[in-house]
Nanobody
């Protein structure tokens, strides 16, 4: 059994910053990809960023240069630093582990 729990969401003004965290626990295989997707109301879930166990990161084009994903393997935790937030970044942000385990999500709302 693997659990994935996100935290760090909230309400922020355009141009502001938030840092999301995601902690995995339970029977972990040791080497895995972790990352973030997001889903806005009425829209499909979309990829945001992934990071491998070794630290290689990939991003969707619209967040490149604004978001940074990182991980702490000793703590089985992945982070998403989000800067220069835009209205269109508003969504429920969901963390995954290897695409097999998902958290409940943390809400990010960008509004003036």
């Amino acid at each position: 059994q693997v659990q994935v729990v996100e935290s760090g969401g909230g309400l922020v003004q355009p141009g502001g910053s938030l840092r999301l965290s995601c902690a995995a626990s339970g029977r972990l295989s040791g080497i895995y990809v972790m990352g973030w997707y997001r889903q806005a109301p009425g829209k499909q879930r979309e990829f945001v960023a992934d990071i491998t166990f070794g630290g290689t990161a990939i991003y969707r084009d619209s967040v490149k240069g604004r978001f940074t994903i990182s991980r702490d393997n000793a703590r089985n935790t992945v982070y998403l630093q989000m800067n220069s937030l835009k209205l269109e970044d508003t969504a429920l942000y969901l963390c995954h582990l290897d695409g097999n385990y998902w958290g409940q999500g943390t809400q990010v709302t960008v509004s003036s």
